[in-house]
């Protein structure tokens, strides 16, 4: 693979700003190289998650990036970056379509995503999307887990639709957080009656088997040791007989290990314990970063489950993060209720999905977010054979090559 770049200008409002142009990044050994001015960029745009670090999504490239390219956009005033925008190209299939796919570092395991963006983000934003439009080499833009706020979600519709590209945005996950703004005794107060009665129960019945205590490894003189147990911990309950466990998939089990490896060396690694006497009975991988913890993965052995262990070991967490000055909890991920008996306060993520302005594109999102919710309020059961059959029939692509043709 080779390293190229491409150059577009854009006009100013005053001769005395420097002229944009992006810059694209294909080449393996030069998205490690930009891993300086990357995180300085990172540090400038002011995000308060890991999720856009270099060492996260390099660690993601090299667990999961089988099968797509780089194209890294980085753009530029002048000499100087003042933006990324972190996208790799890939096939897919969309109801039986081959789809030429666009998208964010994205899979089941990145909670959050953008674009970096420092400043200039009116001109910046009009860069990336007439570089993207101008290659034409591309039928979907995705954009996953975007959250609330972004200034992506208005920008690059906007953008889009002056080009006659049709979008539409999709509502994902909303993930549970909580800011530690009080003391750990006027929040806990403040949860309901029932939560802090059966967290106060479980918690002396589980006392009558030994000593309840919180170990928290953050560095890395005993971190293999740890993520093996807890690892074993997150596989030994339903997520193992279900194979959707960390160590059930190898590309899985290498990203969350070697991430703790670089989270370490950087200090954000927080593996969480709850132990009676010497056993470990549940177990929170987290990233501590920027004075607040992210919670990514957790287990508990299913022999202490009336227990409660995974709630108890929460309970732990918090009142520890509460009273080391911690400004946030993030819990990620969906909405499940046992975490809602903790906080409800949610943060919604979309997803964003520019179309193409071929024959292709505009089919797919008619039937993304035309057809596909109309057949879903009809009830209608059959409808992904009913799409596959029309998208596949041999009618189809040859009116569509007609449409491309005439244009």
């Known amino acids: 693979m080779t390293c190229f770049a491409t150059e577009e200008s854009v006009a100013e409002g005053s001769s005395v700003q420097a ?23 990172l540090q400038a745009a002011g995000q308060d998650h890991p999720f856009l670090e270099h060492a996260w999504v390099r660690t993601w490239w090299e667990c999961f990036g089988a099968g797509n390219t780089l194209h890294i956009l980085v753009v530029k005033a002048g000499d100087q970056p ?14 039986g379509v081959k789809v030429r796919r666009l998208g964010f570092f994205y899979n089941a ?17 009009r860069a990336i999307w007439s570089h993207l439009f101008r290659e034409c080499s591309w039928d979907l833009l995705q954009l996953c887990q975007l959250p609330e706020g972004s200034a992506t979600l208005d920008a690059i519709p906007t953008l889009a639709a002056a080009e006659g590209c049709p979008s539409g945005v999709w509502l994902s996950v909303a993930s549970p ?20 009665g059966n967290l106060r129960n479980r918690l002396k019945r589980l006392k009558g088997r030994g000593p309840v205590e919180l170990e928290a490894i953050t560095s890395d003189e005993k971190l293999d040791a740890a993520l093996e147990a807890g690892l074993e911990l997150e596989a030994a309950g339903w997520k193992g007989k279900s194979r959707t466990a960390i160590s059930c998939d190898p590309d899985t089990a290498r990203f969350y290990s070697t991430l703790a490896r670089r989270a370490t060396e950087r200090g954000w690694i927080l593996l969480n314990f709850l132990c009676v006497g010497s056993k470990r009975i549940a177990f929170d991988y987290c990233l501590s970063y920027k004075n607040k913890i992210h919670r990514l993965k957790s287990g508990y052995d299913p022999s202490y489950a ?4 995974s709630n108890l070991l929460c309970c732990l967490v918090l009142r520890n993060a ?4 911690i400004k946030e909890h993030d819990f990620l991920g969906a909405s499940e209720n046992w975490k809602l008996k903790w906080t409800r306060q949610t943060k919604p993520h979309y997803w964003l ?17 035309q057809l596909v ?22 009618s189809v692509a040859v009116f569509g090559a007609k449409i491309q043709r005439s244009r």
């Open 82 to 95: 003042i933006a990324i925008a972190p996208l790799i190209f890939g096939l897919i299939r969309m109801y």
């Open 306 to 309: 009336r227990y409660s262990p």
């Open 373 to 394: 919710p109309l057949f879903k309020r009809a009830g209608l059961h059959r409808l992904r054979n009913l799409i596959l059959h029309f998208t596949t029939h041999p």
């Open 177 to 196: 957080y909580l800011r530690l703004c009080t003391s750990w005794d006027q929040y806990f107060d403040s949860l309901p009656t029932k939560h802090r």
């Open 109 to 125: 395991h990145v909670p959050r995503a953008d674009f970096i963006v420092t400043r200039r983000p009116e001109e910046t934003y």
């Open 353 to 369: 999905f520019i179309f193409s302005s071929t024959f292709k594109g505009r089919l797919l999102h008619l039937i993304k977010f």
């Open 19 to 41: 002229e944009i142009r992006v810059e694209t990044i294909s080449d393996y050994q030069a998205f490690l190289d930009l891993e300086p001015v990357w995180d300085e960029l």
């Open 322 to 325: 509460f009273d080391q000055g």
